[in-house]
């Protein structure tokens, strides 16, 4: 991945990913161009372990499935019983059909600063049965917190990880496009490099400048589901818009360099 003008070198045709929380937004999703689904649930919250149904629903539409692991809203940091119950959750997601998972554990340095919690993800790494292990935006809190984008590519293949999907940093992934280029060249075809975090189409042809192996969103909008009454929460839901699906999918085939 020699870098030119500031671009990096690709390698690859740039994948569509799309992050999907429920049966009919999966199949919006692959029917109208997304290339890879990344399937969760409460993507409100910033994503949660999905339901082994709905994983086996997403694998048999005929695209690569990668299942989010993250026991519970409120940060990354987790207990050694949520390590047990992620562990198992990645036995099960395997048999359920996921190409990969994506995965996610910070820990406490002893001066208070964010870190990788290594052993967790090397557990989750080994349990994974040789799928590849992308690790999510965790990391964007180190790198926030000053972690060098080269540092960060030598911990985590130290993890014994495949990829890692991340905004750069930034409030979302355009802003973080300079830091992105950095975790692309450090990494050197190392790691897969999926930009996600704020991604709009009219951002794809910074990100595919700056390298990244695919490019990360939800392309979502607002659903009716009808009365909640006082027990059901919402009367609507957040679901994968197909409209949207289909402007990132032409998009992404216009940007330069895309069809790598």
Request: contains cysteine; negative net charge.
């Amino acid at each position: 991945m020699a870098a030119t003008s500031g671009a990096v070198a690709p390698r690859g045709p740039v994948r569509l990913e799309i992050a999907v929380q429920d049966v009919d937004g999966a199949t919006a999703a692959v029917a109208h161009g997304a290339e890879r689904l990344e399937v969760c649930q409460a993507l409100a919250v910033g994503g949660l372990t999905p339901s082994l149904g709905l994983v086996e629903h997403a694998a048999g539409l005929g695209v690569p499935v990668r299942p989010l692991l993250r026991p519970r809203a409120g940060g990354f940091r987790v207990s050694s019983g949520e390590r047990q119950v992620m562990r198992r959750d990645v036995e099960l997601l395997v048999s359920a059909g996921a190409e990969a998972l994506v995965v996610g554990a910070l820990a406490e340095r002893p001066d208070g600063a964010p870190s990788l919690d290594v052993p967790a993800l090397r557990t989750l790494a080994e349990a994974a049965a040789g799928r590849p292990v992308i690790v999510h935006r965790c990391v964007d809190v180190l790198l926030g917190a000053g972690v060098e984008p080269e540092e960060l590519v030598e911990q985590l293949i130290a993890c014994g990880v495949d990829g890692v999907l991340t905004s750069g940093g930034a409030a979302d992934a355009l802003a973080g496009s300079a830091t992105l280029a950095r975790l692309v060249r450090a990494a050197a075809g190392r790691l897969e490099i999926v930009a996600g975090g704020g991604v709009r189409p009219e951002g794809f042809a910074t990100l595919v400048a700056a390298g990244v192996d695919a490019v990360h969103l939800s392309a979502s909008g607002p659903q009716s589901a009808g009365p909640a009454g006082p027990g059901g929460g919402e009367e609507t839901f957040s679901t994968t818009d197909a409209q949207q699906v289909r402007a990132a999918r032409a998009a992404l085939d216009a940007a330069p360099s895309s069809a790598r």
